[in-house]
C-alpha cells in the first residue's frame, strides 16, 4: 500500500501541464479610423515550465520571436512590415518576454524589443485547460518612432498618412499532461 501511495505522490509531483499549442498574435492599426490590421509571428518558441498549476507553469516562462516572420496573410504587407518596421530593430529581429508575475487576473511579462525592457500587463482567463492573455503595447514606449514613421512612409498611400502606435497583443495557449 505504501508504494502505491509513493508511486501516486511522485507522479503527482512529476507529471503535470505543459504548453501543446501557443501562438502569439497582434492587431496593428492603420488609417484616421484606426482600421486593424491583424497578423501573428511563424517563428516563436515557448518554453515548456511544468507545474500543477497554470500559475506554476506560466510563472518564469519564457517566448522568443523572430520578428522577420511576420505574418499577415498578405505577403506584401508582411514584406513591408519585415523591411521597415522589424530589420532596423537594436539586436536584430527577435522580441524576447518572460512571464514575470501571474496575481488572479493579471499576467506580467517582461517584453524585450529593440533593446529596451518593458513590463506589460496583460489581461487573462484560464479555463478547460486554455489560456488566454490580452493586453496592449505602444511601440514608441519601446523607442521604435523611427522604425514606425519608416513604415508609415512606405504604406502612406494604404494608410492614409496615418499608422499608430499602439498594438494589441494576444497569447493562446493549450496545456496538456507532460512528464
Same mark, same amino acid.
Given at each position: 500500500?505504501? %508504494?502505491?501511495?509513493?508511486?501516486?505522490?511522485?507522479?503527482?509531483?512529476?507529471?503535470?501541464?505543459?504548453? !501543446?499549442?501557443? @501562438?502569439?498574435?497582434?492587431?496593428?492599426?492603420?488609417?484616421?479610423? !484606426?482600421?486593424?490590421?491583424?497578423?501573428?509571428?511563424?517563428?516563436?518558441?515557448?518554453?515548456?515550465?511544468?507545474?500543477?498549476?497554470?500559475?506554476?507553469?506560466?510563472t518564469?516562462?519564457?517566448? !522568443?520571436?523572430?520578428?522577420?516572420?511576420?505574418s499577415?496573410?498578405?505577403?506584401?504587407?508582411? %514584406?513591408?512590415?519585415?523591411?521597415? %518596421?522589424?530589420?532596423?530593430?537594436?539586436?536584430?529581429?527577435?522580441?524576447?518576454?518572460?512571464?514575470?508575475?501571474?496575481?488572479n487576473?493579471?499576467?506580467?511579462?517582461?517584453?524585450?524589443?529593440?533593446?529596451?525592457?518593458?513590463?506589460?500587463?496583460?489581461?487573462?482567463?484560464?479555463?478547460?485547460?486554455?489560456?488566454?492573455?490580452?493586453?496592449?503595447?505602444?511601440v514608441?514606449? %519601446?523607442?521604435?518612432?523611427?522604425?514606425?514613421?519608416?513604415?508609415?512612409k512606405?504604406?502612406?498611400?494604404?494608410?492614409?498618412?496615418?499608422?499608430? @502606435?499602439?498594438?494589441?497583443?494576444?497569447?493562446?495557449?493549450?496545456?496538456?499532461?507532460?512528464?
Amino acid at each position: 500500500m505504501k %508504494f502505491i501511495l509513493s508511486f501516486f505522490l511522485f507522479s503527482s509531483l512529476t507529471y503535470g501541464a505543459c504548453f !501543446k499549442d501557443a @501562438s502569439i498574435n497582434w492587431s496593428a492599426y492603420k488609417t484616421p479610423a !484606426k482600421a486593424a490590421v491583424g497578423g501573428t509571428f511563424k517563428g516563436v518558441s515557448f518554453t515548456n515550465n511544468k507545474g500543477e498549476k497554470a500559475s506554476e507553469i506560466l510563472t518564469g516562462a519564457t517566448f !522568443k520571436i523572430d520578428a522577420s516572420t511576420v505574418s499577415t496573410k498578405d505577403k506584401g504587407r508582411d %514584406f513591408k512590415i519585415a523591411k521597415f %518596421f522589424f530589420s532596423t530593430l537594436e539586436g536584430g529581429s527577435e522580441i524576447t518576454g518572460v512571464v514575470k508575475k501571474v496575481t488572479n487576473k493579471v499576467l506580467t511579462v517582461a517584453i524585450t524589443m529593440n533593446g529596451k525592457t518593458l513590463d506589460i500587463p496583460l489581461s487573462y482567463t484560464y479555463k478547460n485547460q486554455k489560456l488566454s492573455a490580452k493586453g496592449v503595447i505602444d511601440v514608441f514606449d %519601446f523607442a521604435m518612432n523611427d522604425e514606425l514613421s519608416a513604415l508609415n512612409k512606405a504604406c502612406a498611400a494604404l494608410h492614409e498618412g496615418k499608422t499608430w @502606435s499602439d498594438v494589441a497583443i494576444s497569447i493562446d495557449a493549450t496545456f496538456t499532461s507532460c512528464k
